[in-house]
Structure formats: C-alpha cells, structure tokens
C-alpha cells in the first residue's frame, strides 16, 4: 500500500538552530511529494513539493527538503529556526488514485 | 492574493441534529476536496471532485454524510444526524487538478463541536 510516514511526533529545537522534519514514503512510480505546514486552529499552508529533477527542493519561508531515492526519505529543512516556525508539519503525497494522502504530522517546537 | 472560503469557521450543534459546511475554491480550480481532521492528528479524504463529479467518496459515511458541487464551483458538505464523534475540523481545499504535483490549497476549516 501507498504511504508516507512521519516517525516523529514531537521535534523540538533551540532557535538558531538547524532543523530537520523526517518524512519517508511508500510510494510506487513517480512520487510527487509535498510538505504543508498547519498554525493553530488555521487551515492547512503549501510550503513545498518534489515532482522531479534537482534532488533538493526549494521553497516558502526559508524551508527546503531533500528527495532521496535511495532512503526513500523527503525530509525538511532549515538552517536556522525561528520561534515563529513552531507549528504542525505534513508530508503528503499524490498517488496514482489522483489523491493527496496526508502523513500524520510532527509538532515542531522551536525554544527561545 | 486568491483563497478558498468556508463557512463557518466554527459551529457548535447537538447530536442528532443536521448541520451543513459551505466551501467556495479558487477560480479555476477543477478538483475540491473535503477532508476531516481530529486534533492533532493529519486530514483525512472525504471526498473529492474533478468539476461537478464524484472523483473518491471510499471514506465518505454515506449513512449521515454527503457532499455535492452541482454546478462544478461551491460545495456543501453536509451531516445529519451529527454525532459525538464528528467533532473535528472540516477542511476543504481545491486545486488547478489532480494528476502528479499539483499542490492542493486549503481553506481556513470549519471547527465543529458536536455536544
């Protein structure tokens, strides 16, 4: 079956510093992978997505994720983090049956 | 800057009693979908559109639950009887379609609390 697993339900990291969000999939064919982000009692913000080509994918608000095929990982990334960037992260993907299949999210927590 | 509107943003309605969510999509958006989300946990497909035609209702309680877009623009999502166990959060989004990388766009949800 189709996935994408999200390993961590909690990630906390100190501002400043770099941050990684781990996502993994299960996904035959092409994967055509995304990334939102979810502020409280907000809905869901389009941050990113790997259709194909460079391996890593830029995107909104300084985030960026890495495609890799051997790990079958896309995890997201930043450099430095801001207290701002505290949210609910989802990794998601689109699969042959045309959906856009959610992972269960991570809670990132960025410490002053 | 283009956003999908819903209605309400929150409802509170007693069980067993019918209660209806209004979502306008981005024009020119083809796919809508309607997702439900438990706090905390990711959304879940209800169901999805491609213009006015069911594309995947397979999660969709077609017992108390259904979802029209009879024009191919807005749509209505729709529950009745409303039990405990749907208070969630009620998303729905659209797209340009629904083949390989097209990103989906949400709208702000509506918060229903059944009691």
């Known amino acids: 079956a189709q996935s994408v697993a999200q390993p961590e339900d909690q990630v906390n990291v100190a501002e400043g510093n770099p941050l990684t969000v781990k996502c993994t999939y299960s996904v035959s064919g092409n994967p055509y992978l995304f990334w939102y982000v979810q502020y409280p009692n907000r809905g869901l913000q389009f941050l990113l997505k790997?259709?194909?080509?460079?391996?890593l994918v830029k995107g909104s608000y300084g985030f960026e994720a890495e495609f890799n095929k051997s790990q079958t990982s896309f995890h997201l990334k930043k450099p430095s983090a801001l207290v701002s960037d505290s949210a609910l992260y989802f990794c998601?993907?689109?699969?042959?049956?045309?959906?856009?299949?959610f992972g269960s999210g991570t809670q990132l927590t960025v410490l002053p | 800057e283009a956003e999908v509107a819903q209605s309400p943003r929150y409802k509170i309605t007693e069980k067993s009693q019918a209660v209806a969510f209004w979502c306008d999509p981005i024009s020119g958006h083809a796919t809508l979908y309607w997702y439900r989300q438990i706090l905390g946990q990711g959304p879940e497909l209800l169901v999805q559109?491609?213009?006015?035609?069911?594309?995947?209702d397979s999660q969709l309680p077609k017992d108390r639950f259904s979802a029209e877009r009879l024009k191919g623009v807005d749509s209505t999502l729709k529950i009745q009887p409303a039990e405990l166990g749907d208070s969630a959060m009620y998303l729905c989004a659209s797209s340009f379609g629904d083949r390989g990388g097209t990103e989906a766009f949400f709208g702000q949800g509506t918060r229903l609390t059944v009691v």
């Open positions: 559109f491609q213009d006015e035609s069911v594309v995947d």
């Open positions: 998601a993907y689109r699969g042959s049956a045309r959906q856009l299949t």
């Open positions: 790997y259709i194909t080509g460079d391996n």
